[in-house]
């Protein structure tokens, strides 16, 4: 379990290290990615990000 907690937040810092960069390639304004405004803060859900990124890992490691 914690091997998987460990997984989970190296990838999610990966995702927002990178987030920048896929912003300028159309990452994060894809049609199912959410974005408002909630108690004063900014709130971000990028369900379709996540899951084409996803798909594109599966894809590559399905090629190594």
């Given at each position: 379990?914690?091997?998987w907690l460990v997984v989970v937040f190296l990838a999610l810092l990966l995702?927002?290290?990178?987030?920048?960069?896929?912003?300028?390639l159309g990452f994060g304004k894809l049609?199912?990615?959410f974005s408002f405004r909630l108690f004063g803060?900014?709130?971000?859900?990028?369900?379709?990000t996540t899951l084409v990124l996803s798909l594109l890992a599966?894809?590559?490691?399905?090629?190594?």
């Open positions: 379990m914690l091997r995702l927002n290290g990178l987030m920048p960069w896929l912003q300028k049609p199912g990615d803060r900014d709130w971000f859900i990028p369900l379709s599966t894809w590559v490691s399905k090629i190594l």
